[in-house]
């Protein structure tokens, strides 16, 4: 696959020569998912490849190639920019992948949560400040609507974590308490947003030029307002390390 890519990759650069678009390193985002870093040149990396290493994960990544495009065509200019540009998409012996232009910057989350227990505090809530203003910029690009409480599907996301997590004792209860909320609730409407979907520090970047968000997978074009905004501040507890 990599020699596959490289040739996509020097098709995209325009490349002259197959040895000035290498992989700098290969990364396994999850046990299905993996990253291949091009560079060319002096340009450290120029692209990213996301390949899928099992079939079963081709979904998925179309997935989060479609809703790249989709995010970007709802974005007003101002914030377009923040996310990853896809510059094409194939298969390759039944594994798809898609090329996007390399994001650079820190993780929020390492920005942020070293920082926060000791010295430059300041730095740390200017940080988190871009990155929950960027996310208010979002939330604010969205088209007027509302849905109700039991078409957000929360219920399944409430299973999905019990299954995964195994909660007991007073998480379990609690738990429960808050799908029978839900469900007592499913007829009310509330304002529906833009969401990510998986808006946490580690898929925020920061750099002088401002910030850029990755992983669009779980992207939704209507969703409640608290959800991406609950997820990041859960994610910038100071670090106990």
């Known amino acids: 696959m990599i020699e596959h890519l490289r040739r996509i990759v020097q098709d995209e650069l325009r490349?002259?020569?197959?040895?000035?678009?290498v992989v700098s390193r290969v990364e396994a985002e999850t046990q299905a998912i993996l990253y291949f870093f091009f560079e060319e040149g002096e340009l450290l990396p120029s692209l990213v490849a996301k390949a899928s290493s099992d079939p079963a994960a081709n979904g998925e990544l179309r997935s989060e190639r479609d809703n790249l495009a989709r995010i970007r065509e709802r974005l007003p200019a101002s914030i377009r920019?923040?996310?990853?540009?896809v510059r094409g998409s194939g298969e390759w012996r039944g594994h798809y992948y898609y090329l996007q232009d390399f994001v650079r910057g820190v993780m929020a989350r390492s920005a942020i949560r070293p920082r926060i227990p000791g010295t430059g505090r300041a730095g740390a809530l200017a940080d988190a400040q871009r990155a929950w203003e960027w996310l208010m910029m979002l939330q604010a690009a969205s088209s007027p609507a509302k849905l109700a409480i039991g078409e957000l599907g929360f219920r399944p996301l409430i299973d999905a974590y019990a299954a995964s997590f195994a909660p007991a004792g007073g998480e379990a209860t609690h738990l429960e308490t808050v799908a029978a909320e839900l469900a007592r609730r499913a007829g009310e409407r509330v304002p529906a947003v833009l969401c990510h979907g998986d808006y946490f520090s580690?898929?925020?970047l920061l750099d002088a030029d401002g910030v850029?968000?990755?992983d669009w997978r779980y992207f939704r074009e209507a969703y409640h307002p608290c959800f991406d905004p609950l997820l990041f501040v859960a994610t910038l507890r100071p670090s106990r390390a």
């Open 81 to 85: 920019a923040c996310v990853p540009r």
């Open 212 to 214: 850029t968000v990755i």
């Open 15 to 21: 490349t002259p020569s197959l040895a000035e678009a």
């Open 202 to 204: 580690g898929n925020v």
